[in-house]
């Protein structure tokens, strides 16, 4: 009877990582340990979040999601092997969960795709103003595309231009590249 009981265990830790894979394939782009956390502690039926924590280490080990870490932030995307190992596998997911994932991520990718590539931070100088640091991040390359940083007299000054950033930095990183690199005769 023992026997049956380590294949039940073994099956459900299996499931728990191709559930964990699936998520990463249908979010289409690596995902901070923030939003991770974030999108099981909404779906707890998935899995908890202990359970979580052990399979993306074992993902992890087997090579099948990979780990990055720039600037203090980590993220986490699945590999060619993970993939694989999904496309032969993904049918041990209950259906009903792989449709939940489906529908969540078409109803929350760009949400989170927008707060991992907008960043902000801002910290108070001696002084008594605040440094703002407005960034625009590619996951994929793993490097800033651009990064801002300026002084404001006062913490709402800051929140203010954090609060902002989120909304604005795609047409302001649009309107800054072309302004900088646009010739004379493009601009006219």
């Given at each position: 009877?023992k ?18 894979l699936?998520?990463f394939?249908?979010m289409?782009?690596?995902l ?6 974030e999108?099981i ?34 993220s ?35 949400k989170?795709k927008?707060?991992?590539e ?32 300026f002084?404001?007299?006062?913490r ?33």
């Amino acid at each position: 009877m023992k026997n049956f009981d380590k294949i039940d265990f073994v099956a459900d830790e299996m499931a728990k990582k191709l559930i964990l894979l699936f998520i990463f394939e249908k979010m289409e782009f690596p995902l901070t340990d923030e939003s991770i956390n974030e999108i099981i502690m909404r779906n707890p039926t998935w899995m908890t979040y202990m359970d979580f924590r052990e399979a993306l280490f074992g993902l992890i080990q087997s090579k099948f999601v990979y780990q990055m870490t720039m600037a203090s932030e980590t993220s986490f995307s699945i590999t060619q092997d993970g993939r694989g190992a999904l496309g032969h596998f993904f049918q041990k997911i209950p259906a009903s969960i792989r449709e939940e994932i489906i529908e969540f991520a078409r109803d929350n990718r760009p949400k989170f795709k927008k707060r991992q590539e907008y960043t902000w931070d801002y910290f108070k100088n001696a002084d008594g103003t605040y440094t703002v640091v407005l960034r625009i991040r590619d996951h994929v390359v793993g490097d800033n595309l651009l990064e801002i940083k300026f002084r404001t007299d006062t913490r709402a000054g800051a929140k203010l231009a954090a609060n902002r950033w989120r909304e604005n930095a795609a047409s302001t990183y649009e309107r800054f590249y072309n302004m900088t690199t646009a010739s004379e005769e493009e601009k006219k």
